[in-house]
């Protein structure tokens, strides 16, 4: 059966410092694969997406950026954190015409 | 363009009570319709899906939504809600982009009275 696994749980971060969020899918190849931000309290804002290893393609310009180094990894970057980049950022893997999450990674940006 | 309405942000209900979350859709063709729901601090869990066929759909841990085209709703339903259903439920709509996309509600939070 299909996994998806998400790093880390939880993440308290200073602003102006880096950022590396990882999602591997276990199971499946070459899954479409879906960033998204839910800030507090509010719905999934669609960050970026991804069809196969080194496409992706960004929904809101902004301070991040993802990579597809690999079939199954996922990655969401920044170089500098913004107060406004803290939020609940979730990972999905589409199959059938559904997409299916990840447990999510808490950011919070001090 | 397609959108997803769910116009109650936040709903109180009696455990055993029954239970219905609106959601309201725009898009030119048959769409693709989920609800997921997410407890706190979690991932999103898919509930139920509908793509064509039977316009009552069913789903997990007892819920169930209604398709109906002439008013652009999905509606959730539950004949009687357990404190543990206590969540943010989300409807979401796809089938409209080849990158299979979808787009969501804000949601709807739900609170189960003792």
């Known amino acids: 059966s299909q996994t998806i696994h998400q790093w880390p749980a939880t993440l308290v971060q200073p602003v102006g410092s880096p950022l590396s969020l990882e999602c591997t899918v276990e199971?499946?190849?070459?899954?479409?694969l879906y960033w998204y931000r839910q800030a507090a309290g509010r719905g999934l804002q669609l960050l970026f997406y991804?069809?196969?290893?080194?496409?992706i393609s960004s929904e809101v310009p902004q301070n991040l950026s993802a990579s597809r180094p690999q079939d199954r990894q996922f990655i969401l970057s920044s170089k500098k954190l913004l107060l406004s980049d803290s939020g609940f950022y979730l990972c999905?893997?589409?199959?059938?015409?559904?997409?299916?999450f990840g447990p999510g990674t808490r950011l919070t940006v001090l | 363009a397609q959108s997803v309405t769910q116009p109650d942000i936040h709903i109180t209900v009696s455990e055993g009570a029954s239970l219905e979350l609106r959601c309201n859709y725009s898009?030119?063709?048959?769409?693709?319709l989920f609800w997921y729901v997410q407890s706190p601090g979690q991932g999103l869990q898919l509930l139920l899906k509908?793509?064509?066929?039977?316009?009552l759909v069913q789903g997990i841990k007892g819920f169930e939504a209604e398709f109906k085209r002439s008013q652009s709703s999905f509606n959730l339903r539950k004949p009687s809600v357990h404190w543990s259903d206590a969540a943010e439920y989300f409807c979401?709509?796809?089938?409209?982009?080849?990158?299979?996309?979808?787009?969501f509600g804000s949601g709807t939070r739900l609170s189960i009275r003792p």
């Open positions: 999905a893997w589409y199959r059938t015409d559904t997409q299916y």
């Open positions: 199971g499946t190849s070459n899954p479409n």
């Open positions: 979401a709509v796809g089938g409209y982009s080849s990158a299979s996309k979808i787009i």
């Open positions: 898009y030119g063709a048959t769409p693709y």
């Open positions: 509908y793509f064509s066929g039977d316009t």
């Open positions: 991804s069809v196969g290893i080194g496409q």
